[in-house]
Nanobody, 123 residues
Framework: HVQLVESGGGSVQAGGSLWLSCALS????????MGWFRQAPGKERVAVAA????????YVADSVKGRFTISRESGKNTVHLQMNSLMSEDSGVYYC?????????????????WGRGTQVTVS
C-alpha cells in the first residue's frame, strides 16, 4: 500500500523560506517519479516541481525557478522541496505526488498516488 505524507508547511513572511518533506512508504522512491503541486483557494492545482530519480532529472515550474529546489534525500525514501524567497502567491496547499511511470511531470494525471497536503501561508 503506497502512501505519501507531507510535512514542513507553515506560515512565513514574504522573503522567508520553508522546507517541505514527502515521505514515501510502500514503494521505493528511486523507482518513482515524484512531484510537488500546489493549490491556492479557488484555483486549480498546478505543478511546482518534479524529480525523476531514474534519470536524475529535476523539473521546476517557471514561476518558482531560481527560488524552489526539489531533491531526493540520499538513503531515504524521501523527497524535499526547498522554498526560498517566498511570495504571497506561493501560498496554498502543497501536495506530494508519485507514480512509477515517467510522463508529463506537470500534469496531475501523471501521478497515481497523492499525499493529503500541507498548508503554506506567506504573508
Amino acid at each position: 500500500h503506497v502512501q505519501l505524507v507531507e510535512s514542513g508547511g507553515g506560515s512565513v513572511q514574504a522573503g522567508g523560506s520553508l522546507w517541505l518533506s514527502c515521505a514515501l512508504s510502500g514503494a521505493i522512491v528511486s523507482t518513482y517519479c515524484m512531484g510537488w503541486f500546489r493549490q491556492a483557494p479557488g484555483k486549480e492545482r498546478v505543478a511546482v516541481a518534479a524529480h525523476y530519480t531514474g534519470t536524475a532529472t529535476t523539473y521546476v515550474a517557471d514561476s518558482v525557478k531560481g527560488r524552489f529546489t526539489i531533491s531526493r534525500e540520499s538513503g531515504k525514501n524521501t523527497v524535499h522541496l526547498q522554498m526560498n524567497s517566498l511570495m504571497s502567491e506561493d501560498s496554498g496547499v502543497y501536495y506530494c505526488a508519485g507514480d512509477r511511470s515517467y510522463g508529463a511531470w506537470y500534469m496531475d494525471s501523471q501521478y497515481k498516488y497523492w499525499g493529503r497536503g500541507t498548508q503554506v501561508t506567506v504573508s
